[in-house]
Every structure is written in structure tokens, then in C-alpha cells.
Nanobody
Framework: QVHLEEFGGGSVQTGGSLKLSCVTS????????AGWFRQAPGKSREFVAV???????YYADSVRGRFTISRDDSKNTVYLEMANLKPDDTAVYLC???????????????????????WGRGTQVTVSS
């Protein structure tokens, strides 16, 4: 059974930084992309960033230049480094793993939540002004 768990959330002031981690158990992440999404109260789930099995990355416009997604396959872990945080970044951050491996997944659709079969429970990030 595949299980994802996020770590690293917290409360920071505007301009601060946080680094989130997502640890996968139950399968190796080596052959899979991984994504980060977020959900603020009263809002729908929003794409944040995705990294391919080979390290290609793609970001939402709202975080590009401030957030960095990376992976360490030896630790079965994906990271999201967040800098210059803003109050609008306040949300529960969730990591996600697709059901399809590298040969079957479509890079052009990996920013959609429906591409992902496995989700963590999320970690809260709160940015105060």
C-alpha cells in the first residue's frame, strides 16, 4: 500500500521560508513523477509544482521563482522549498503521487489533480502579514 506523508509545515511571517518534505512508503518513487498541491479554506485544490522522474520541473505561475521542487530518490522523498512567502500562500500543502509510471504518464497533464492516485494528508502552512 502506497502511503505519502508530509513534514515541515508551520507559521512564518511574510518574506519567510519553509521547506516541506514528502516521504513515500510502499513503493520506490524512482520511476514516478511527484506533485505538490495546496488548498486554502473555502477554495479548491490548487496545483503548485511537479517534478518528473528525471528531474524536469514545472510550477504554477503564482509560485514560480519563489518555490523549488526537488527529489532525493535514495530517501524516497520529494521536497518543496518555499521562499519569500506571502499571506496568499497560506494553505494546507499536499503531496501527490501518480498511479502511472514514467512510460505511461503525460507530462502535459501532471498539473491536474486527477492524474494522481495517492495523496498525503497535508501539512499546514500559515503566513502572517
Amino acid at each position: 500500500q502506497v502511503h505519502l506523508e508530509e513534514f515541515g509545515g508551520g507559521s512564518v511571517q511574510t518574506g519567510g521560508s519553509l521547506k516541506l518534505s514528502c516521504v513515500t512508503s510502499g513503493r520506490s518513487i524512482t520511476d514516478y513523477a511527484a506533485g505538490w498541491f495546496r488548498q486554502a479554506p473555502g477554495k479548491s485544490r490548487e496545483f503548485v509544482a511537479v517534478i518528473s522522474w528525471s528531474g524536469d520541473v514545472y510550477y504554477a505561475d503564482s509560485v514560480r521563482g519563489r518555490f523549488t521542487i526537488s527529489r532525493d530518490d535514495s530517501k524516497n522523498t520529494v521536497y518543496l522549498e518555499m521562499a519569500n512567502l506571502k499571506p496568499d500562500d497560506t494553505a494546507v500543502y499536499l503531496c501527490a503521487g501518480p498511479g502511472k509510471g514514467s512510460r505511461d504518464s503525460d507530462w502535459n497533464t501532471l498539473h491536474y489533480a486527477w492524474e494522481y492516485d495517492f495523496w498525503g494528508r497535508g501539512t499546514q502552512v500559515t503566513v502572517s502579514s
